[in-house]
């Protein structure tokens, strides 16, 4: 896989970063980087746990430049009822719509591709600023990526309706994909962040997604993150959040259906009292895994973070979580606070948690905890004597322990239509994105892309 990367990098790619006036220098640095650095491999600290071997193995066709007219042919709209939002819809990688949207009251939303010819001056200040130097991964994005979703929100804007960023892929080849996100949010600004990552078939994919989100002053973001992909893709999802003083940062990652699903989520917290709060729920069985990497970086006093994953594994199932707290010296009056609990329901699963204050300051409140267990039988029992079957009445343990998450969403349609997923994923009735339940309008992709 690696020699096949090289290959069609010097073959394609080279000219095609060549030309390109705006990014062409840092798509050839990048491709250096990931030269010396390959693959991760489980020798690095960070993927010691998370083994890409086997998903390498395959060859992967990679899209071209030249193919943007396949996907601008085709129309995806994913509605969820009641909530009606501005839809960014990247497939395979490039936004279906190259053409930028521009709103009355500034906001700017659409292709990257297209914000970077059309509004450098938006897209240059911090473009890989937050995703630079992870590892051959992010390397490799900044050298493949074509396209993904651009959001720029002015000072003093409040976003009434949310954004829906819709991650589809759809192929009748094993696809390699690098989506590259920008979402840039101004001071005293807010808005609501729909982001799923579906696939319409079960064809192999590798993504190789990098989003960089900056948050000014006192801006507030909701984040909604929704995986539900097909067992024979692997997601590599790096989110990048910096934060400025009083900024507000809420993301909920709800985690329901992949092959292997690597989600590296960072936090910057620069300015004083901004707050962060990450929180997660995932559904494996099968021999999915999932590996849940948090880093959350204290740079100053008097900020807030908060952590909560919870996850239910059956059958070969596995999962990581890796929670790093990090607080620097001059980070005084720091709050910190993380927590991972699972549930497994076969034997054969395999979890591991790995909690980790990392403190340089000495007027902090930080804690951490984890936990793994199993179903409670005197609540089992206790619903069989109410006339349950053990069937329903594990279902019922199982979406008690995971709801808590699914009650953080503030919007109230899209907390019905999760909370749904969830019934329906835990009772065994939901699969890939042909059968979700957010009534999404039925593709119009032609059946499939021509790749």
Not at 26 to 46: C, K, N
Not at 70 to 94: H, Q, S, T
Not at 233 to 242: A, D, E, G, L
Not at 321 to 349: E, M, P, W, Y
């Amino acid at each position: 896989m690696e020699n096949t990367i090289k290959s069609l990098f010097t073959r394609q790619y080279r000219h095609f970063a060549e030309s390109d006036s705006v990014a062409g220098a840092i798509r050839l640095a990048a491709f250096e980087r990931f030269e010396a650095a390959g693959f991760p491999t489980r020798e690095l600290e960070a993927w010691k746990n998370t083994d890409l071997s086997r998903v390498l193995e395959d060859d992967y066709f990679i899209l071209s430049p030249d193919r943007r007219q396949d996907v601008e042919d085709c129309c995806f709209r994913c509605d969820i009822k009641d909530v009606a939002g501005y839809e960014i819809p990247v497939v395979n990688g490039l936004c279906s719509n190259k053409e930028l949207t521009v709103l009355q009251n500034g906001i700017v939303f659409g292709s990257l591709s297209a914000a970077m010819e059309e509004t450098p001056e938006l897209v240059k200040p911090y473009f890989g600023q937050y995703a630079k130097n992870l590892d051959g991964l992010s390397a490799l994005n900044d050298a493949l990526w074509l396209d993904g979703a651009f959001l720029y929100i002015p000072d003093n804007v409040v976003v009434e309706r949310p954004v829906q960023m819709m991650n589809v892929y759809n192929s009748q080849q094993n696809l390699f994909v690098s989506v590259r996100n920008l979402i840039l949010v101004g001071k005293n600004s807010k808005v609501t962040l729909l982001h799923c990552d579906d696939s319409t078939n079960h064809q192999r994919i590798f993504s190789n997604s990098v989003t960089e989100v900056n948050i000014a002053q006192n801006a507030d973001i909701e984040y909604y993150k929704l995986q539900n992909i097909n067992n024979e893709t692997t997601i590599i999802n790096r989110m990048m959040f910096h934060q400025e003083a009083d900024s507000r940062l809420h993301v909920n990652q709800i985690s329901l259906n992949g092959g292997l699903l690597r989600n590296d989520i960072h936090t910057h917290l620069s300015g004083e009292y901004a707050e962060a709060e990450i929180s997660g729920a995932y559904l494996m069985d099968k021999n999915q895994f999932i590996d849940n990497h948090v880093f959350i970086h204290h740079a100053v006093p008097h900020c807030t973070s908060r952590q909560e994953f919870r996850g239910v594994l059956d059958d070969y199932a596995g999962t990581i979580f890796n929670g790093h707290v990090l607080v620097d010296k001059d980070a005084q009056k720091t709050q910190a606070f993380q927590s991972c609990r699972n549930i497994s329901i076969s034997d054969k699963a395999k979890i591991e948690t790995q909690p980790f204050l990392e403190i340089y300051a000495d007027d902090v409140k930080c804690s951490h905890g984890a936990s793994v267990g199993q179903l409670d039988n005197e609540a089992l029992f206790y619903l069989r004597s109410r006339g349950i079957d053990e069937d329903h009445a594990r279902t019922l343990l199982m979406y008690a322990f995971v709801v808590g998450i699914v009650e953080k969403i503030k919007i109230a349609p899209l907390k019905e239509r999760y909370a749904d997923m969830i019934k329906e994923r835990l009772s065994g009735n939901l699969g890939i994105c042909e059968q979700c339940v957010l009534e999404c309008s039925k593709l119009s992709l032609k059946s499939a892309l021509p790749l």
